[in-house]
């Protein structure tokens, strides 16, 4: 379990371990999950998409695993309940279980080849979980020397909702540049990843204009307005302008969204 004890939402970090079977995966890759059972129908449940939250070596190098970042469905979008068939399944798995995994999926929202890119990462919730699979690659890559600079806006309800939080604080601040977006503390104004992009516009500008900067957004689709406006106000704040750079950064395959 990933999230604190005070938190509303169980998120739960799965290795899954492929054995002596070859699935080979890419950081920004996702897998399906197929529930056992059937439907109130009696139809096979359909598979679920979750990414690899691990980088392509694997969770844990030599071993041939992979992790996933999986939340809890209890409830939908509007704070309806609803039980989660796939979440509910992966979170309740006991060590040894057999799993039925399907793809790898996904050809496009990819980390650059090019080992100095730098990579502007923002994402809500658990679509932290590609972004957690590059920031694993590119620091165990730290001895290297290869450079790129990361930029991370992270947004959760709380510090105890997020994915993550201990291991991120840990790393070196000249690695990654981690700007964090709280919605739901008591007493404090609800922040979104956004509102941070604003705030951060000069080191946002810089990169948004980098030659070899890769921009990913995964998380909910509510957030994709948002940055798109939070990216606007950035370059006209400097006197750029966004709807002649956003054609530039997607033909180069520079600007990546998953969302849902
Ligand atoms: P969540 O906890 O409900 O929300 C995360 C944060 O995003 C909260 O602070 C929330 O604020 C904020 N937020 C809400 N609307 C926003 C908006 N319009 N703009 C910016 N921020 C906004 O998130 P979650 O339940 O983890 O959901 C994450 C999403 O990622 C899901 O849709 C999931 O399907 C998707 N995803 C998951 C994976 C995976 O592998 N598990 C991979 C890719 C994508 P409020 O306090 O206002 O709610």
């Known amino acids: 379990r990933l999230t604190g004890d005070g938190a509303s939402s169980d998120i739960r970090h799965i290795v899954l371990d492929f054995g002596q079977a070859a699935f080979p ?81 996904g050809t496009s929202f990819l980390m650059p080849n090019h080992p100095g890119a730098n990579l502007l990462m923002v994402c809500t919730g658990t679509g932290s979980a590609p972004m957690r699979a590059m920031t694993e690659r590119r620091r165990r890559r730290i001895p290297l020397k290869e450079g790129g600079t990361l930029m991370l806006f992270f947004g959760a309800r709380a510090p105890e909702e997020l994915p993550y939080f201990g291991p991120l604080m840990k790393l070196p601040k000249d690695f990654i540049d981690i700007n964090f977006a709280f919605s739901r503390v008591p007493g404090q104004p609800k922040q979104y990843v956004q509102d941070l992009i604003r705030a951060r516009h000069d080191a946002v500008w810089r990169q948004l204009n980098a030659a070899d900067c890769y921009i990913y957004l995964c998380g909910l689709k509510g957030m994709e307005k948002g940055v798109d406006e939070a990216f606007r106000d950035v370059c006209r704040q400097h006197g750029g302008d966004w709807e002649a750079l956003l054609p530039q950064l997607r033909e180069t395959s520079r600007y990546h969204i998953e969302t849902y």
Not at 68 to 77: F, S
């Open 25 to 105: 995966v890419l950081e920004g890759q996702t897998i399906g999950i197929l529930p056992p059972g059937t439907d109130a129908q009696g139809r096979p449940h359909h598979p679920r998409l979750y990414s690899v939250a691990s980088p392509r070596e694997g969770e844990r190098p030599r071993y041939n695993n992979l992790a996933l970042t999986v939340k809890r469905v209890t409830e939908d979008h509007d704070g309806h309940p609803v039980h989660g068939v796939a979440s509910n399944y992966l979170c309740d798995l006991a060590k040894g279980d057999r799993v039925n995994v399907i793809g790898p999926y």
